[in-house]
Nanobody, 125 residues
Framework: QVQLVDSGGGSVQAGGSLRLSCTPS????????MGWFRQSPGKEREGVAA????????YYADSVKGRFTISHDNAKNTLYLQMNSLKPEDTGMYYC??????????????????WGHGTQVTVSS
């Protein structure tokens, strides 16, 4: 069974940057829709950003627009999330996810079938 391997989390101060990466355990694995979600203790998992590979459409939560950038490197079959101007409220476990899609990538966790194990992001003030 294919797994998504997400990495790149860490601890930074407010205003800092991190880049998360997500690579499937099998290089031939691909899904049209890939995204990043995050979850903090006591809160529901929320969509952060999504990317539709055909057409390169991107979708962002309002809270991260202008600060986060999602991208996909086809040659490396790797999904990235560049996070700039980080805030303490960005703290959480970040998960990579993938789904079949004919043309839309909703920031809805129920849409995604395959998940990474998560990478922790901690932003201190």
């Amino acid at each position: 069974q294919v797994q998504l391997v997400d990495s790149g989390g860490g601890s930074v101060q407010a205003g800092g940057s991190l880049r998360l990466s997500c690579t499937p355990s099998r290089n031939t694995y691909s899904r049209e829709c890939m995204g990043w979600f995050r979850q903090s203790p006591g809160k529901e998992r929320e969509g952060v950003a999504a990317f539709h590979i055909s057409g390169s459409s991107t979708y962002y939560a309002d809270s991260v627009k202008g600060r986060f950038t999602i991208s996909h490197d086809n040659a490396k079959n790797t999904l990235y999330l560049q996070m700039n101007s980080l805030k303490p409220e960005d703290t959480g476990m970040y998960y990579c996810a993938a789904a079949y899609s004919s043309g839309y990538c909703p920031l809805d966790a129920t849409f995604f079938a395959t998940w990474g194990h998560g990478t922790q992001v901690t932003v201190s003030s």
